[in-house]
């Protein structure tokens, strides 16, 4: 089985006051290509803690994450920042788009970090591509004040798609959305799964996490459960 993503007692810990503060404890995890994990845990379980681990916006304090085959646990500033940008994709609450630019620009953003490339004829026709696969195929001159929060959400899903990244990673994509749009942007990610697209969703709302194959329940900084819903597509895993 080929793996995304890999963690092997990973732990972080912070000095607080003096006091030492273990946000992970030793967390260990495998998700396999194709698999659709939902993070959860009560404020402080240290699910915001792995997920800025998983997104390389931190480094461990120990222990290995693996991004396919790489460690990545031991890398400087400058290579994380070169991971996110080419192998990982980020969905954001806020959606995190650029005011000034066009949804066609927002998706292109992650293309201008790829090793100082100029954007060629397919890096565009790919971009329109993804707008298109999201159902913002025309809204493609549309700026983010011209759009819903919901079509925010899709250009968001649309970029983070652009560089084909190891896996999704989605910190609560429906929090600001209401129940019907939330509905859309769940059917959307279910959909990019399908698709063999891996997901990491963190969300703190049971029915969303409902809709991943598999719930990963963290309190105290450690795994309190593991539980798979739906099995792996066997063409992805």
Same mark, same amino acid.
């Given at each position: 089985?080929?793996?995304?993503?890999?963690?092997?007692?990973?732990?972080?810990?912070?000095?607080?006051?003096?006091?030492?503060?273990?946000?992970?404890?030793?967390?260990?995890?495998?998700?396999?290509?194709?698999?659709?994990?939902?993070?959860?845990?009560?404020?402080?379980?240290?699910?915001?803690?792995?997920?800025?681990?998983?997104?390389?916006?931190?480094?461990?304090?120990?222990?290995?994450?693996?991004?396919?085959?790489?460690?990545?646990?031991?890398?400087?500033?400058?290579?994380?920042?070169?991971?996110?940008?080419?192998?990982?994709?980020?969905?954001?609450?806020?959606? %995190?788009?650029?005011?000034?630019?066009?949804?066609?620009?927002?998706?292109?953003?992650?293309?201008?970090?790829?090793?100082?490339?100029?954007?060629?004829?397919?890096?565009?026709?790919?971009?329109?591509?993804?707008?298109?696969?999201?159902?913002?195929?025309?809204?493609?001159?549309?700026?983010?004040?011209?759009?819903?929060?919901?079509?925010?959400?899709?250009?968001?899903?649309?970029?983070?798609?652009?560089? %084909?990244?190891?896996?999704?990673?989605?910190?609560?994509?429906?929090?600001?959305?209401?129940?019907?749009?939330?509905?859309?942007?769940?059917?959307?990610?279910?959909?990019?799964?399908?698709?063999?697209?891996?997901?990491?969703?963190?969300?703190?709302?049971?029915?969303?996490?409902?809709?991943?194959?598999?719930?990963?329940?963290?309190?105290?900084?450690?795994?309190?459960?593991?539980?798979?819903?739906?099995?792996?597509?066997?063409?992805?895993?």
């Amino acid at each position: 089985m080929n793996f995304a993503v890999r963690i092997e007692n990973l732990c972080k810990f912070y000095y607080l006051g003096g006091e030492v503060v273990h946000a992970l404890a030793g967390v260990s995890l495998d998700i396999p290509q194709g698999d659709y994990l939902a993070i959860m845990g009560p404020s402080g379980s240290g699910k915001s803690t792995l997920l800025n681990l998983l997104g390389c916006l931190d480094r461990p304090t120990s222990g290995n994450f693996f991004l396919g085959e790489d460690d990545v646990s031991k890398l400087d500033d400058d290579q994380l920042s070169q991971i996110r940008a080419s192998r990982i994709g980020f969905v954001f609450q806020s959606y %995190n788009l650029i005011q000034q630019l066009t949804v066609l620009e927002n998706i292109e953003v992650p293309l201008h970090y790829r090793d100082h490339t100029r954007l060629t004829p397919e890096d565009r026709q790919r971009c329109r591509d993804l707008a298109a696969l999201v159902g913002l195929g025309n809204r493609l001159d549309h700026r983010p004040s011209q759009l819903s929060g919901g079509q925010q959400q899709r250009a968001g899903i649309a970029r983070s798609l652009i560089n %084909n990244p190891y896996f999704v990673l989605a910190d609560e994509p429906t929090g600001n959305l209401d129940s019907v749009t939330t509905g859309e942007i769940l059917q959307l990610i279910d959909d990019l799964n399908a698709t063999g697209k891996t997901i990491i969703m963190v969300t703190h709302e049971e029915e969303v996490a409902q809709r991943a194959r598999r719930i990963v329940r963290l309190r105290d900084g450690l795994i309190q459960s593991d539980v798979r819903m739906r099995e792996l597509d066997p063409q992805f895993a």
